[in-house]
């Protein structure tokens, strides 16, 4: 065993641990030492989100020392920043150990004299960031690993503005964290007073606040019967996700009974991510034989939403995320336009590596498209610069997020689900699909296909594997993907961007990001990042054509995911 980490087990062996981790090491020690090593060869990392890892015993893992070490120094730097009454929201999915997490986040910060505002039980990740501003809270914490696999678990930490972190305040905390080296700088308990519990009230305020999101109130009550089937994912989008679709006006909901209970080991699915097909699977078969309209799914905390739908052929299929996204930013635009609401200087919000289609949309409405770094808390910090000066209507992601009006702050699919369904009521209200819809803002805007590989580098040498392979890609820029040349080279960790035709450079006005980009000649966008979040390097595709007509609509498509392919063998992933 390598020093240093034996240095570590030998500090929980000795330290003021319990004793059922103390007889887990030791009993790993004897039947799994590779693993009780990957268990101690790090600390578990507060990044600029949180925490997030497999929960278990030891420094790299998600269990109740390292959440309780990670909330004393949060609520350390609370107090440096903060002065008189200072407030937390706390809320949990239903993942194993999410609850015993939050209680000890709460104890945490009670302890060092900060009112905690508990959920009663599980609630979306979406309803933490409004319940923050609804207290005007100066922070709070969702325990929750989003999408991840059932081994793992997280923890993440807003600000007071209801948004994850940003600079200063993400990398500050940081350090208070990392302060943090034993059990006994922790402050478990005494402050139990300090804790109010809450639900129903907050319940109520966030789904009016949903509610007051519809544009076409009129529409819905001519199609409240619109034929909706929705699955939770055994998360907590059962706890709001109907009560939205009820307060919009739907009244012909279908739950999927196999995964409505809350449940954190997902029994009927392998990865609780609404964007794979096999997660949905049991969703789109109650579709088709209901014949519903729609199907929809989000993930644990029900922050992601899934879309199905019927294509041109009558076939069920998922909408990817940037469909999913250009559709309700259209609507937005377009339906507020139709309306007589739009305001002069809306604005709507997207990441660096979502769909360009969207910036076209919005250019020829006359609204105005930023462009931010992958993460919601990008866009609520755009937002929170903006403020007063410009109206936000939509931000979302290609990660299957969207984040509709301002009262929330992150990604939520509470309130996108009641909207999708509101956008698909409308056009079955002109006898079309949202399938329809899509395939005509291609035919208008040009014909936009996009497509993510990850690649997951898992152990210690994972990270170190992730790393040279983004160095390779920095250092020696491909000059040409399918016979088209590389026009621009993109380096947000460098904050560089390069003609490769002209030798032209440039400052890239966005925060350091380790993403690279090269946009050809043209117009295909290829992107390379490291997830926050996983041990994964992540590279997402976009190339665009023109469509003549719906009726060319599968012979295009086809030609473009060829073009897509050759681009993924020549980059050799």
């Not at 914490?141 to 989003?146: L, Q, R």
């Not at 590279?539 to 993924?568: C, H, M, P, Q």
Request: with cysteine; charged share 25%; hydrophobic share 35%.
């Amino acid at each position: 065993m390598d020093k240093n980490i034996q240095d570590k087990i030998d500090k929980w062996l000795e330290g003021n641990y319990d004793e059922a981790s103390k007889e887990a090491i030791r009993k790993m020690e004897k039947e799994n030492p590779d693993e009780l090593a990957d268990a101690f060869y790090k600390n578990l990392e507060f990044g600029t989100g949180g925490l997030r890892g497999i929960m278990g015993i030891g420094t790299n893992r998600m269990n109740k020392y390292t959440v309780g070490m990670a909330t004393q120094g949060y609520a350390n730097y609370l107090k440096q920043c903060f002065t008189g009454e200072i407030s937390v929201a706390i809320a949990h999915d239903c993942r194993n150990n999410s609850r015993d997490f939050a209680e000890i986040t709460a104890n945490v910060f009670a302890a060092n004299g900060i009112k905690v505002y508990l959920f009663e039980s599980l609630r979306p990740t979406p309803e933490l960031s409004f319940a923050i501003r609804y207290f005007g809270c100066k922070g709070g914490v969702v325990c929750t690993a989003s999408h991840n696999p059932k081994e793992y678990n997280g923890y993440k930490a807003y600000w007071d503005d209801g948004a994850q972190m940003v600079s200063p305040h993400d990398t500050n905390v940081i350090v208070e964290v990392e302060k943090i080296t034993s059990p006994d700088d922790v402050k478990w308990s005494g402050g139990e007073s300090n804790i109010t519990i809450i639900g129903k009230e907050v319940d109520e305020a966030y789904l009016e606040m949903v509610k007051e999101l519809s544009v076409y109130p009129d529409v819905i009550k001519s199609q409240h019967d619109l034929k909706i089937v929705y699955t939770p994912i055994h998360g907590s989008g059962i706890m709001l996700v109907p009560g939205a679709l009820q307060k919009f006006g739907f009244t012909n909901v279908h739950i999927v009974k196999e995964q409505a209970e809350p449940d954190g080991n997902f029994p009927t699915v392998i990865y609780p991510n609404p964007e794979e097909k096999e997660t949905m699977s049991i969703g789109l078969k109650q579709a088709e034989q209901l014949d519903a309209d729609i199907l929809l799914g989000t993930d644990p905390d029900a922050d992601r939403v899934g879309v199905g739908v019927k294509n041109n052929k009558g076939e069920w299929i998922l909408l990817n995320g940037n469909q999913t996204a250009l559709l309700a930013f259209n609507y937005m635009i377009e339906a507020r336009k139709a309306k007589g609401i739009a305001q002069p200087n809306d604005m709507v919000v997207k990441t660096i590596v979502t769909t360009n289609m969207i910036d076209k949309i919005a250019e020829a409405n006359g609204v105005a498209c930023y462009n931010v770094l992958t993460g919601f808390k990008w866009i609520a910090s755009l937002i929170k610069e903006k403020e007063g000066k410009e109206n936000y209507i939509v931000g979302g992601e290609e990660s299957f997020g969207l984040m509709i009006g301002d009262k929330v702050r992150d990604k939520d699919s509470v309130s996108a689900v009641a909207l999708i369904c509101e956008m698909a009521a409308y056009e079955k209200n002109k006898g079309r699909t949202l399938f329809d819809k899509l395939v005509d803002l291609y035919v208008q805007y040009g014909f936009y296909k996009e497509n993510l590989i990850s690649i997951t580098k898992k152990g210690m040498n994972g990270a170190a594997e992730i790393a040279k392979m983004m160095e390779e890609d920095r250092n020696n820029p491909p000059r040409k993907f399918d016979g088209i040349e590389v026009e621009k080279f993109l380096d947000y960790e460098t904050q560089k961007g390069k003609n490769l035709i002209d030798g032209t450079e440039w400052t890239i006005d966005l925060p350091k990001s380790n993403v690279l980009q090269y946009i050809l000649h043209d117009g295909s966008v290829i992107s390379a990042r490291p997830s926050g979040t996983e041990p994964k390097i992540k590279y997402y595709f976009s190339v665009n054509t023109t469509l003549a007509g719906a009726e060319y609509f599968d012979v295009t498509e086809k030609a473009l995911d060829e073009k897509i392919k050759r681009i993924e063998k020549e980059l050799g992933v």
